[in-house]
DNA sequence: ATATTTGTAGAGTGATCAGTCAATCAAATT
DNA sequence: AATTTGATTGACTGATCACTCTACAAATAT
């Protein structure tokens, strides 16, 4: 494994813990069993670090749960597709998830980061927009459905993370996705 | 202002803005005009002081957005008023909904306080909780639909504070609301 | 082969900060 | 009037931390 990623995978664990002047580079770098400079030698600044974090755990959301929507036909699989995926991976990496939450609008994300998630999330703006356009899709501000879309889908997954038997309870999931679908879908 | 009011509104503002190991408790009482030694002598420490903050923070929403709410007879319409009061009360202290979301799931805020917290919301609970007793809400999990509803309200709150021409475009609000109450509702 | 760049290490440092402390002042209680 | 209790102050401190710097090793280019 990279030390990046080692350093990565420490700064992760410790930052949703401790949060992020919480912890030391120093620990940070003892977690990663690497040098403390090295993490310098990576990262200019601490800084620098929690917001190439943030952007990689973005990317790798975004990428694993639109791996392979392509092959699917009907809008509403599509977002099912989403949906589930996302939910899986959340549920597979219960921190990282947890990380997203709780630095998403935190002062240590510069805005130049959050330009930058807002170009990876435009997958997900395309795919609204085109549901728009089919009128399968509530005629409402694609910003908006986005954002109720995306924070419903975290209150589903904190749900799940706290009754992870609900998660194979394919009854309770289907419902679920209903919940989810009925807000965004035209009447 | 009692002296105690003048630190909890430095701290707010500064906590938000600059994060809480990134806020020196000297800035601080200098902000609010007190002295170093007064902030702790109000509370033991820095931890102390945002548990504080945030239980107060989340005791006012829950007041401002209850308050004379058993005037109201119909279950849609108590909802109606405790969804309009709590983004009436967000439009008007931003800052206040802006603290909540980040340490909402923080590692600042102890288990203790989540107790005392979970304590408040009660009255939520128990309104949907009569809600489905009554079959005019879903029979959904109450946990699930608390969530749901919380994060849901807190996206159209994120929107509105973007875009606050919509907040005075009533036929949009009645839209919104609509949107968050088709979920709770039974078909 | 040699030069240059890149990776890794960890001791060192100047600055910063949470919390203490001793002193004074104000108000309430006896 | 005396005494206790609580409020307020700000200088001080021991510990901590982000980041630097120098040195060496490995890889890559020339």
Redesign the pocket.
Known sequence: ME?VDKIFEAALSLFTTKGF?G????EIAKTAG?????L??YFK??EDLINNLYLNLKNEMVEESTNGIEKIESLKLKFEYLWSKTIQWAMTNPQKIFFIQQYMYSPYITTNTQEEVDKIKEVYINLIQSGIENEEIKEIPVDLIYIIATQQLFGMIQYLVINPEKYHDSEFMNLAFNLFYDILKTN
Do not use: D, I, L, Q
């Not at 912890?23 to 120093?26: E, G, N, V």
């Not at 690497?34 to 090295?38: E, I, P």
């Open positions: 030390k002047h912890t030391p580079t120093s690497v040098a403390n400079g090295t310098f030698h600044t601490k």
